[in-house]
């Protein structure tokens, strides 16, 4: 179904990412590159909701350079849509800041918070979950959220528990009532939860009204409301140092921690759309088509004696032999080459650098 | 000990070479590339024997493209001196249109056949052996090469039998008769070889004088002798096009086999002077000094939870993660990734860019 016409879209495009070097750096991170698809992440993300929503309801926020840059991949978004943060603070700060934004234009406007940079392979469907929870989300005092099937014990997720009994249908899709959501488990922990069956992942995205969204604040995160109360004010007022000094007072945390795993009244609906959030060179590997010898390839790469490795080398020639399970990543002035084992240790080669002090590859 | 004045270097440096791909290609084989020190092979080949012999006195021998680049790199040598194969047909042909080309300015000159992309790391003693050889080809009716004493029982060189009966000490060396020559073994020959002793490395270095190569030719080579002939009485009448006629005629085989492995009154001393024909990128490992972890780098890299590595990367940081005994080769427009047990199989990577069609990475 269709979401009505007091429905807007705020895209969360603020990360910073490490974990794609050296393609990702500080100044261009995951959302901004090509890395699912022949578009940047962003700019399918905005594709997706088109059918939607019009350029007027979609908003995105992000810091100063990042919106250069999404002024630059979206040109058609009105200038007053792409918001900036005064500086990187998560999604707490940044959520409370457009959801004001919105409230401003209409109190009971229903928001779709959604990360820039996640993947999604049945749009069609995601559309239609979006429909039926902007349904869900206008007609009473809920927050709702999509939970993605977990397809192994993840420890790099949070979780959603949610229960069976008392869910409902809207437009045609079920919503589940949320117990709790829990932070990023450890593998037994994590195993247990795959095995009990309800806990989903946490997608990190929210569907909210508006003035929902800040009775929510003033009733389970009270410390978070003073903050909204005062960004409103800020934002009427359309002053700018104002706004920054709320802003930079608000606690850098997530809006997870900040008001959902507090929350009451949060629905759930099954996130079963082909949801990635392509977090590491492994994530993508799984996701990009594979020929011959199980190997992903963008770019030209030739393989002997080798298997299932994944290579991104746009400006050159690539040759591997004798190898299996290698990440190679070319880039005009760094190159990564990394066993698929070590994928989440791409960070400490960022530290090494800083340490290092060799700022121009970060 | 300094050789007599009538003393000529060949160096034979019209090898194609693939084992350094992507750093080598067809039109920069390894004696072109500054892989081993700063300087590129041949120019180091070249520098060692500079203390003997003045350039008049050094000869280069490869195809014309070659020789292009010989002048560039050596531009003190005559331009008579750097002499241009038709075609490239193996060291018999080389060194019969050398030594003749060396006979006609001298017939009892002596002749250091040299490749041009070894390495030697103790080049004072090189030296003081070759003066010593020098004497001992200038003394009589025999033909002196270097044996290296083998470090293990390798399958990529031929060997050379020889007897400590009947040795003989000139200018300070011992010069050992040689037995036999050998092919390259298979693994079990040459644990054999090595197990039983006088059986050392044939370095492919030669020493002669041009008249007595002329005589083993025509006593131990008599299919090869009338090409030496005919060879001589071309470069006597400066007949280019005879000249390439007799040199295509010459079938293309190795010296070793067209006369060395025929020949008696050969002589073999010690090469223990650091040889190393640097045959492949583990070999270049073995050389290049060591960092921490063990890895051997030309360029820029940093490495996380990784050992023994070797990276060739000038033009960018190259970053290693979670791998052991890998190679990773970076050049301009192509890029190999390789385990070191599998570096033989570098050629086939040429082999797939033939048959791919892929000319320019050739």
Redesign the interface.
């Known amino acids: 179904m269709t979401p009505g016409p007091r429905t807007f879209a705020v895209i969360m495009a603020g990360g910073a990412g490490t974990r794609f070097?050296?393609l990702s750096r500080r100044r261009r991170p995951k959302q901004f590159l090509p890395i699912a698809g022949s578009k940047t992440m962003i700019e399918e993300t905005v594709a997706r909701l088109r059918p939607f929503l019009r350029n007027s309801r979609i908003l995105t926020i992000s810091d100063a350079a990042q919106a250069k840059t999404i002024r630059r991949l979206v040109p058609g978004l009105p200038e007053r849509n792409v918001l900036v943060e005064p500086e990187g603070r998560n999604t707490a700060a940044s959520l409370i800041l457009a959801t004001a934004t919105v409230y401003l234009r209409d109190h009971g406007a229903v928001v779709f918070a959604l990360p820039a940079d996640h993947l999604i392979a049945d749009d069609e469907l995601f559309l239609n979950k979006l429909g039926a929870a902007a349904r869900a989300a206008s007609e009473g005092d809920v927050i709702v959220t999509f939970g993605i099937p977990p397809s192994y014990p993840a420890t790099g997720f949070g979780y959603i528990q949610y229960a069976d009994r008392g869910r409902r249908r809207v437009g045609g899709e079920l919503f589940y009532p949320v117990l709790r959501f829990k932070e990023k488990p450890g593998l037994e922990l994590a195993r247990e939860f795959i095995a009990q069956g309800r806990h989903f992942w946490n997608s990190g995205m929210f569907i909210w009204r508006a003035d929902v969204f800040a009775r929510k604040l003033e009733t389970h995160a009270p410390d978070f409301y003073p903050f909204w109360l005062r960004m409103l004010g800020a934002l009427k007022r359309r002053d700018r140092s104002e706004l920054a000094g709320v802003f930079r007072e608000i606690p850098a945390t997530s809006i997870d921690y900040a008001l959902m795993e507090k929350a009451d009244g949060v629905l759930m609906n099954q996130g079963n759309f082909g949801w990635s959030d392509v977090g590491s060179w492994v994530a993508l590997a799984d996701i990009w088509p594979k020929g011959e010898g199980g190997h992903a390839v963008r770019g030209e790469a030739?393989f002997?004696?080798s298997r299932d490795c994944l290579v991104y080398?746009l400006n050159?020639?690539?040759?591997?032999?004798?190898?299996k399970d290698?990440i190679?990543v070319?880039?005009?002035?760094?190159?990564?080459?990394?066993?698929k084992?070590?994928?989440q240790?791409?960070r400490?080669?960022i530290n090494?650098?800083k340490k290092?002090q060799?700022n121009e590859?970060l």
Request: net charge neutral; hydrophobic share 45%.
């Open positions: 070097w050296p030739v002997v004696d080398s050159k020639l690539t040759a591997v032999v004798g190898l290698i190679v070319d880039t005009p002035d760094a190159l990564l080459v990394c066993h084992k070590s994928d240790k791409v400490d080669i090494l650098l290092r060799k590859y």
